[in-house]
């Protein structure tokens, strides 16, 4: 079944404003009245096709955003939205012309990208399925093999908006920017910012730190949040990153205490 056509079918484009929901009348053809409650101040959950109606719509829509940011969308950007859109997705023929045209609606309507962050994060709660979105506009941004000064003005201050924390910045930086494995004293404070702890944490809430972040990117969880079953190895990307993280600050740790007790 097709994703948005699910979402619609349940409604949920009837049910709140804002950036998506006018995303979501621009799609279908039709115009939402101004006077729409939004579905999070009515406290009602999403279901499965709408979270991934929502999901689809958003997602969408920022990469627009993100990749408009430096004046013009660069064919490196385009083919990198398509290869996600036929290798990770694999829409069908119906959902990917409909989410193409909802690429090209956001390039141009009224909405910041942090207008389509803030709406997305009151109906996402789920924050794997948010970082998931951060990973992406950072492909994006990179996609040309250059980060544009606009590009990096975005993705610093769009965590605030997705809720999530700063030092993702510096962890996608290295991923995205440098990749290899981590070595320094720099790096290794990047492997921390994975966990989104600090160096100062002990081992016990280090531990703590790594087994959260695991459960938010554990397949059954993102799965049952709305996340759709061909989109799963970003999340398993994303726990190998939490794994190599984990692993190499406890061998850092092992290392230095080695050496004091020398």
Known sequence: MS??????????????????????????????????????????????????TVFIVALFSMLAKMAKADGQVSKAEVQLIDDFINNNLRLNAEDRQQAIKIFQNAKSDQFSIYDYARQYRQLIRNQAMREMVYRLLFAVAFADGE????????????????????SIFTAMFNEFGHGGPATSEGSLKAHYDVLEC?????????????????????????????????????????????????????????????????
């Open 3 to 52: 994703w948005l056509g699910a979402g619609i079918g349940a409604g949920i484009g009837m049910m709140f404003g804002g950036p998506i929901g006018a995303a979501l009348g621009a799609w279908v053809g039709s115009s939402f009245s101004s006077g729409l409650k939004k579905l999070s101040e009515q406290g009602i959950p999403l279901n499965r096709d709408g979270a991934q």
């Open 198 to 262: 600090s160096p100062d944490v002990s081992d016990r809430e280090l531990k703590l730190a790594y087994r959260r972040k695991a459960a938010e990117f554990h397949p059954d969880k993102i799965a049952s949040k709305g996340l759709p079953d061909e989109f799963m190895r970003h999340a398993e990307d994303q726990m190998k990153s939490i794994t190599v993280a984990y692993d190499t600050i406890v061998a850092a740790r092992k290392r230095e205490a080695a050496v004091n007790q020398a």
């Open 147 to 166: 980060l544009h000064p606009a590009e990096e003005q975005i993705l610093r201050k769009i965590p605030e908006e997705l809720g999530l924390h700063a």
